[in-house]
């Protein structure tokens, strides 16, 4: 069976940087694509970003555009997600989710089961 | 950039139909997605490509979508879908995947 299973929580202070992975397991991971959201407490659901399994290319969301870097390593098939000068308000639960292989579709058929992010002085 | 539009809350008695709408300018011509999230845990896709449902999500969920909304709709509400749902499409013109707000679905 499809599984996303994602790194641990983080506690980091104002300015630091965090990298969350998340390991596919049961499907060719370089077949797909791996899309990244968070949800800030309370919030809905905002999405980061896309890679493509397949040749890296990426897609950043505007709001994250030169802070955020997502890579995967299909030797491990793992995906990760990195986000730099991290505020406050970038306190989270970051999920990863199996995505289309290419730019031009979106579905998340499966999701890890998220990694909270607290960013607090 | 695109906006999708969906109400905060709809409350629904249990064996009652629950609908929730999720508005967008030419909606019609994109594939829209559902998710539930339940308190605590991950979104689950429940509904995708506007009407089809994934392996293990029961008949009485189904999807729609005509004009400028897409509405999803659950039959014989129970206890259980209790739930935030959220909307989902893909925004060709940006290349940006775009979320609705999400709807809380209280079960009275």
């Known amino acids: 069976q499809v599984q996303l299973v994602q790194s641990g929580a983080e506690v980091k202070k104002p300015g630091a940087s965090v990298k969350v992975s998340c390991k596919a397991s049961?499907?060719?991971?370089?077949?797909?694509?791996v899309s990244w959201v968070r949800q800030a407490p309370g919030q809905g659901l905002e999405w980061m970003g896309w890679?493509?399994?397949?040749?890296?290319?990426?897609k950043y969301a505007q709001k994250f555009q030169g802070r955020v870097t997502m890579t995967t390593d299909t030797s491990t098939s793992t995906a990760y997600m990195e986000l730099r000068s991290l505020r406050s308000d970038d306190t989270a639960v970051y999920y990863c989710?199996?995505?289309?292989?290419?730019?031009?579709?979106?579905?998340?058929?499966?999701w890890g089961q998220g990694t909270l992010v607290t960013v607090s002085s | 950039s695109y906006v999708l539009t969906q109400p905060p809350s709809v409350s629904v008695a249990p064996g009652q139909t629950a609908r929730i709408s999720c508005g967008g300018n030419?909606?019609?011509?994109?594939?829209v997605h559902w998710y539930r999230q339940k308190s605590g845990q991950a979104p689950v896709l429940v509904i995708y490509?506007?009407?089809d449902r994934p392996s293990g999500i029961p008949e009485r969920i189904s999807g729609s979508s005509s004009g400028q909304t897409a509405t999803l709709t659950i039959s014989r509400v129970e206890a259980g879908d209790e739930a935030d749902y959220y909307c989902?499409?893909?925004?060709?013109?940006?290349?940006?995947?775009?979320f609705g707000g999400g709807t809380k679905l209280t079960v009275l």
């Open positions: 030419n909606l019609g011509g994109k594939s």
């Open positions: 490509d506007d009407i």
């Open positions: 989710a199996r995505d289309c292989s290419s730019i031009s579709c979106s579905l998340f058929e499966y």
């Open positions: 989902h499409v893909w925004d060709s013109s940006s290349d940006h995947v775009v």
């Open positions: 890679i493509s399994a397949y040749n890296g290319h990426t």
């Open positions: 049961g499907y060719t991971f370089a077949n797909y694509g």
